[in-house]
């Protein structure tokens, strides 16, 4: 199920040196500095900002040779809580358990009032229950969606998982932090999905991240993705308000012209990204984002969010 929201490290080489025949790849801190200054007319071609999400740790040991190779920046997106593992990995412990789970081919649980059975006899059915466990999981709080996790593990009879190994350390994003082509940002503490929180919790996420990572780096952390892209008006108006110079979604759009003109400070945390997957052959996972933007936007540009498939399941 996570498999196609990764790309070999291989494609990813073929797909930069696609992205560098016909689009600049800029840093987020130029993109916002333009932006700031209604400067659409700082580039010479259109132009295309990487994104990582979350901080494993390929981004490091795979990712960043080759960023180093092409010359190209890139920023990552960090939840300190999987490196002090107060937070959970929970979409892979949840294919873990429904691709585990034996028990008569069927999984059995209640939750909340509710008695769910369901069918486990084909591949079909285990994507179907996970997309369906996926969603439910997506309406909960951090602790109950631990509770929900611990449950699913005891009545699968699957094998535990935790790949916390998996994450960049505490010492890794200091390191990468001082590095010429990498930017931190920030991805709340528990990767917590923020419409589902109270304004306080939400509040208290996003500082707590936040306050982590500035005193890991010694830097100051402007920018910050929305874990699962989960965002509304709310949540654009808290990141303005804490002080963010930007924030990503998962809107698959590009950023035009007019949007530079406008100098829509509001759109600053409400920005647009296109993801490349892996399960959609090179060239096309990175021609069809971008395909046919031209003919209706004078100067796009793009975020791209990127994962890497060497060491992430």
Same mark, same amino acid.
């Given at each position: 199920?996570?498999?196609?929201?990764?790309? !070999?490290?291989?494609?990813?080489?073929?797909?930069?040196?696609?992205?560098?025949?016909? $689009?600049?790849?800029?840093?987020?801190?130029?993109?916002?500095?333009?932006?700031?200054?209604?400067?659409?007319?700082?580039?010479?071609?259109? %132009?295309?900002?990487?994104?990582?999400?979350?901080?494993?740790?390929?981004?490091?040991?795979?990712?960043?040779?080759?960023?180093?190779?092409?010359?190209?920046?890139?920023?990552? $997106?960090?939840?300190?809580?999987?490196?002090?593992?107060? !937070?959970?990995?929970?979409?892979?412990?949840?294919?873990?358990?429904?691709?585990? !789970?034996?028990?008569?081919?069927?999984?059995?649980?209640?939750?909340?009032?509710?008695?769910?059975?369901?069918?486990?006899?084909?591949?079909?059915?285990?994507?179907?229950?996970?997309?369906?466990?996926?969603?439910?999981?997506? %309406?909960?709080?951090?602790?109950?969606?631990?509770?929900?996790?611990?449950?699913?593990?005891?009545?699968?009879?699957?094998?535990?998982?935790?790949?916390?190994?998996?994450?960049?350390?505490?010492?890794?994003?200091?390191?990468?932090?001082?590095?010429?082509?990498?930017?931190?940002? %920030?991805?709340?503490?528990?990767?917590?999905?923020?419409?589902?929180?109270?304004?306080?919790?939400?509040?208290?996420?996003?500082?707590?991240?936040?306050?982590?990572?500035?005193?890991?780096?010694?830097?100051?952390?402007?920018?910050?993705?929305?874990?699962?892209?989960? %965002?509304?008006?709310?949540?654009?108006?808290?990141?303005?308000?804490?002080?963010?110079?930007?924030?990503?979604?998962?809107?698959?759009?590009?950023?035009?012209?007019?949007?530079?003109?406008?100098?829509?400070?509001?759109?600053?945390?409400?920005?647009?990204?296109?993801?490349?997957?892996?399960?959609?052959?090179?060239?096309?996972?990175?021609?069809?984002?971008?395909?046919?933007?031209?003919? $209706?936007?004078?100067?796009?540009?793009?975020?791209?969010?990127?994962?890497?498939?060497?060491?992430?399941?």
């Amino acid at each position: 199920m996570t498999k196609g929201l990764t790309v !070999a490290p291989e494609a990813f080489k073929s797909q930069l040196a696609f992205l560098l025949k016909f $689009y600049d790849v800029i840093d987020i801190d130029s993109f916002y500095s333009h932006i700031k200054d209604s400067n659409a007319d700082f580039l010479g071609k259109s %132009a295309v900002l990487l994104t990582f999400d979350d901080g494993y740790s390929d981004f490091k040991t795979t990712v960043l040779p080759v960023l180093e190779e092409f010359n190209v920046p890139a920023i990552v $997106y960090v939840s300190p809580g999987f490196w002090d593992k107060r !937070a959970r990995l929970w979409w892979y412990e949840l294919e873990d358990i429904v691709w585990q !789970a034996a028990r008569d081919n069927t999984l059995y649980f209640t939750w909340q009032g509710s008695d769910y059975n369901i069918r486990l006899v084909t591949d079909k059915d285990r994507v179907s229950c996970y997309y369906m466990l996926h969603g439910m999981m997506m %309406a909960m709080g951090h602790s109950m969606q631990a509770e929900f996790l611990d449950m699913l593990w005891d009545v699968s009879e699957a094998s535990s998982h935790a790949p916390y190994a998996q994450m960049l350390s505490q010492d890794d994003i200091k390191w990468l932090s001082s590095h010429r082509l990498i930017t931190i940002g %920030a991805h709340t503490y528990s990767h917590s999905v923020l419409p589902v929180l109270s304004r306080q919790d939400a509040i208290d996420e996003v500082i707590k991240g936040k306050k982590i990572l500035e005193d890991v780096t010694d830097r100051p952390i402007d920018h910050f993705a929305y874990p699962y892209g989960a %965002a509304s008006r709310r949540e654009y108006d808290l990141i303005r308000e804490l002080g963010f110079k930007t924030a990503v979604t998962m809107n698959p759009r590009t950023i035009s012209q007019s949007h530079i003109r406008r100098n829509d400070k509001k759109f600053m945390f409400s920005l647009p990204r296109l993801s490349v997957r892996g399960d959609v052959p090179y060239p096309a996972s990175i021609k069809v984002p971008l395909s046919g933007i031209e003919e $209706y936007l004078l100067f796009p540009i793009t975020f791209l969010k990127i994962s890497i498939s060497s060491n992430n399941r």
